[in-house]
């Protein structure tokens, strides 16, 4: 079992940045692949960025060039550097990762808000 605790989201005026934070506990040593998801109101959970275990990263063309995603294995923690954010990126930011026996877990989200 993992267990994830976020934060780091709130309010934030048009590029302005935050850093989302994703601490692990449980078994964390089991953890494979992490990643953060969004959900904004009315529409789809979407994959934002994802990091290996080894360290390999992908990105949502959207986000290219303003996110970037890292992780601490010896802190258990993953991180989300989010920068030159717009109005279209407040969503509520979920951690999600998978396990080496493909189990699923997630966070409870963090709410990020972009707005003047």
């Known amino acids: 079992q993992v267990q994830l605790v976020e934060s780091g989201g709130g309010l934030v005026q048009p590029g302005g940045s935050l850093r989302l934070s994703c601490a692990a506990s449980g078994s964390p040593s089991s953890i494979n692949a992490m990643g953060w998801l969004r959900q904004a109101p009315g529409k789809e959970r979407e994959l934002v960025a994802g990091?290996?275990?080894?360290?390999?990263?992908d990105y949502v063309d959207s986000v290219k060039g303003r996110f970037t995603i890292s992780r601490d294995n010896a802190k258990n923690t993953m991180y989300l550097q989010m920068n030159s954010l717009k109005p279209e990126d407040t969503a509520v930011y979920y951690c999600?990762?998978?396990?080496?026996?493909?189990?699923?877990?997630w966070g409870q989200g963090t709410q990020v808000t972009v707005s003047s």
């Open positions: 999600n990762v998978e396990d080496v026996y493909g189990q699923a877990y």
């Open positions: 990091i290996s275990r080894g360290g390999s990263t």
